[in-house]
């Protein structure tokens, strides 16, 4: 019997001993913010005389445009060759040359969007002569 005493003795101070542990401190979690993108987008949408519309995202910092238009998407890649903005895959070329934007199927010379972009302001404004 003291035996018997004795192991639940030992038992229970080994089960309390290890049920009264706290936890220790947690180790903290250092997480990095993510990079904030510093990257120059300009986001455009353009109509044209049929009422259709075109959207264009122009990523400046990596010389891409993404297109959006009639429900489909082109991603094209900036043409340093070309004049003022123009950018072009395989099959298609965006260009904004002056105000006149335009996106192109390149294999077929068949122009899927033209549109001017309108001039900021009044218009023609004449001033008054004395």
């Known amino acids: 019997m003291k035996k ?72 094209l890649k900036k043409s340093d060759a070309l004049p003022e903005y123009t950018a072009s895959n395989e099959e298609y070329q965006y260009s904004n040359i002056k105000g006149n934007i335009t996106l192109l199927k390149k294999n077929v010379d068949m122009v899927l969007f033209h549109a001017k972009r309108e001039k900021n302001g009044s218009g023609s404004a004449k001033m008054a002569s004395y």
């Open 4 to 75: 018997l005493f004795t192991s639940v003795l030992i038992g229970l101070a080994v089960l309390s001993s290890t049920a009264c542990k706290h936890p220790g401190k947690e180790a903290e979690v250092v997480t990095e913010a993510a990079p904030e993108n510093r990257d120059e987008i300009s986001k455009d949408v353009f109509t044209d005389s049929y009422g259709e519309k075109i959207e264009v995202t122009i990523n400046h910092t990596k010389g891409t445009a993404t297109v959006h238009l009639e429900g489909k998407t082109y991603d």
